[in-house]
């Protein structure tokens, strides 16, 4: 079976620090990859998403980046942290991009910049 | 632009009753996928239904099934004989034709009672 995994599970980082979250999918070949962001008492976002490695595609222009280097692996960046980074990042697989495609969710980061 | 709305911030229910979360759609697309996830405090997002825009049936899962009036653009997730572990937000999500993403709604929040 396939499962997804996040590290770490909570971060706490200052201002202009860098930032480095990362996804790892296990049982499953050449999915289509997701970080979706979610600020408090909200719903999520999408910030990136992956259908093959060094394949990216950006939701939204914003503060972060995202990369793969391996066909089940991706990473969310940041060079300079901003307070409006806080949130709660969720990586999500699915085995297509089609509509009738089910993403399946990680556990999360919780981000909280200072 | 594909939209979902779910009015309902929040909803209480006593075990073993059903109850009904709403959530609307606003899409030109044809074809088309409804999803509900629910999220437990641990924030990881779990799938519990999908429905296609063209299928013919209402889905159902379990307790889970999914009211689909497509004249209305409507997507309500029913859940019967609740449980004290169904208290969560719930998102109902939809997957437009031809883009890689989910586009949520801003959730209900579930609360059941002893």
């Known amino acids: 079976s396939q499962t997804i995994h996040q590290w770490p599970a909570t971060l706490v980082q200052p201002v202009g620090s860098p930032l480095s979250l990362e996804c790892t999918v296990e049982g499953t070949s050449n999915p289509n990859l997701y970080w979706y962001r979610q600020a408090a008492g909200r719903g999520l976002q999408l910030l990136f998403y992956s259908v093959g490695i060094g394949q990216i595609s950006s939701e939204v222009p914003q503060n972060l980046s995202a990369s793969r280097p391996q066909d089940r692996q991706f990473i969310l960046s940041s060079k300079k942290l901003l307070l409006s980074d806080s949130g709660f990042y969720l990586c999500?697989?699915?085995?297509?991009?089609?509509?009738?495609?089910?993403?399946?969710f990680g556990p999360g980061t919780r981000l909280t910049v200072l | 632009a594909q939209k979902i709305t779910q009015t309902q911030p929040g909803m209480f229910v006593q075990e073993k009753e059903a109850v009904t979360l709403d959530c609307t759609y606003d899409?030109?697309?044809?074809?088309?996928?409804l999803f509900w996830y629910k999220q437990p405090s641990s924030g990881e997002m779990i799938f519990l239904i999908y429905?296609?825009?063209?299928?013919?049936q209402n889905a159902t899962e379990g307790r889970y099934s999914l009211n689909f009036q497509k004249a209305r653009k409507s997507a309500n997730l029913v859940i019967s004989a609740s449980q004290l572990g169904d208290s969560a937000m719930y998102f109902c999500a939809i997957s437009p034709t031809g883009f890689q993403k989910l586009v949520f709604g801003t959730g209900t929040r579930l609360l059941v009672s002893p």
């Open positions: 429905q296609g825009s063209y299928d013919q």
């Open positions: 899409t030109s697309d044809p074809s088309y996928g």
């Open positions: 999500a697989w699915s085995g297509t991009g089609a509509p009738t495609d089910t993403q399946y």
